[in-house]
């Protein structure tokens, strides 16, 4: 039966797909007006449950009601195509307008002309335009872009036309599968503050922690084949379910212990005739306590880039650069920039402005029409793109493609770098047909680090990640000891993993003074001018211009500070890494089975560790309070 407030309820409902289960006897209800977020690891379901709200899918047993004549939206998985312009595209996806308006042209009928305007007043057709070209401008298209055939743009911005589609429908029950994979950070960004006060209901599938944390209201989670609801966004999801966690592993432990306490009793006086009686109490008290409680966890998710050996800075300079593809036509001016083995950078602008063609230029695949680069002769470099999924050879293994690269490699080598990246024997024997979206990212990062790069360029590597890959991810990119070139739209990956921010745009690669979250507001500010021009008189309120500078301008004078201060914790972070090591080669009952002197002299390194880690800590503490009491002047 459905909630009186539901507009989904799932109940029971139990789909195999080649006679595996991917949900058995799941329930969950989602109320009119929630914003869902729908979680699960790579594999688990979450695509194929909404193709089961869609009916595309038939379920094997169960039923999933959606309220009646509640309208549902979601992307087309077919890109719009054709000549009819982005504009007419997006607003052709109110068929109810669209059929009203071509009534109203043709009908000569008084009384049914006037129900037909009173209608189209009722729908508010007459601002429908520009509702579809304020979504078509915040998922980055021009008023020039938006005149424009819709199949004169690529398929990544032709998605992006039926995002906009589905957003300006605006359905009862909105259906979002990863609807950021193809949006720069600038459209996500924007996609974020839309979604979180969008009036309908929506269930969206995202592994974008920053959308989640903002848009949702409640989680549900595929865990175990079931489905299990939690209030609130993805880190009170988080929270709740370690702390749950954290109690079934606490009354497993107890059980165990008290069935083994049980167990030696009746083991031990169940022969004798005295304790008999006592014997068989423990029997039945065994049996009250019920199967073993299982706590179940997600097998964790591996990455492990090899480090480098040092290199001398900088590992690449470029002097006086211009880059492009045609020459004359430059699309980067004036490259003046260098490289460290120590850097982590994020490139942030928008799509088409650029970063790409950097990244090329980076790594070597796109030669400079003017000026200079300076690499270092022993300089490896690693290249991620997400494009080259399609280059691997789907009838291979991991296993395959890996031996291609390291033909003389041992087979216990070659799986060693598999492993690092979660291959294990049971996954690396799959062929890559088999392997699911986040499995082949891992394996392209497997691939490309392989030779251990001391610059790893990696342009959108968390798109067919799921939320805990990406924690790995993030985690073995600051164990990593070599330098790194990041573009990404997810913007808890860059807060985590990058010190040094470049802004892209204007044929321009310029520093860009301050954190992900200050790039975040300027471009909230400026989204907000764009509202506002033209719609306010220049007197009324603040001008945001002159915030905007005093702001820039504040982040120029904290750059030195800011850029001090994570040099100083990256030092910290790198000491404690080799400590830990040293420490652990100390701890090797081998270690003492050698040479005497190789024990003293790991112990004096450790010595001279210890001093340099504790002025480096002093050094980040001294730098910290000089930040923040420069940022509270």
Known sequence: ML???AMLHINDLTYRIGGRALLENATVHVAQGQRVGLVGRNGSGKSTLLKLVLGELQADAGSITVRPRARIGCVSQEAPDGDENLLDCVLAHDPERTSLLAEAETSTDAHRLAELHERLATIEAHSAPARAAAILAGLGFSPEAQARPVGSFSGGWRMRVALAGALFANPDLLLLDEPTNHLDLEASLWLENHLAGYPGTLVVISHDRGLLNTVADRIVHIDQLKLVAYGGNYDRFEQVRREKMELATKAASK????RQKLQAF????????TKAAQAQSRVKMLERLGPPISVIEDRPVSFD??????LSPPIIAIERGQAGYTPGKPVLRNLSLRVDMDDRIALLGANGNGKSTLAKVLSGRLALLEGDVHRSPKLRIGYFAQHQTEELNVSETPYDHMLALMPDAPEPKVRAQLGRFGFGQDRADVKVANLSGGEKSRLLFALMSRDAPHLMILDEPTNHLDIDSREALVSALNAYEGAVVLISHDPHLIELAADRLWLVGDGQVRPFEGDINDYKRLLLDQARDARREGREPKDSGPNRKDERRAAAELRTQLAPLRNAAKRAEHQVDLLHRKNAALQEKLADPKLYQG????????QRELGELGKALAEAEDAWLTAQMALEEA???
């Not at 059980?255 to 008290?258: R, Y």
């Not at 009746?266 to 005739?273: C, V």
């Open 3 to 5: 909630f009186r407030s």
């Open 255 to 258: 059980q165990s212990e008290q």
């Open 266 to 273: 009746i083991d031990r006086f169940r022969a004798k005739a």
């Open 305 to 310: 880039f090899p480090d480098p050996e040092p």
């Open 595 to 602: 040479p005497s002197e190789e024990v003293a002299r790991l």
């Open 631 to 633: 940022s509270s002047a």
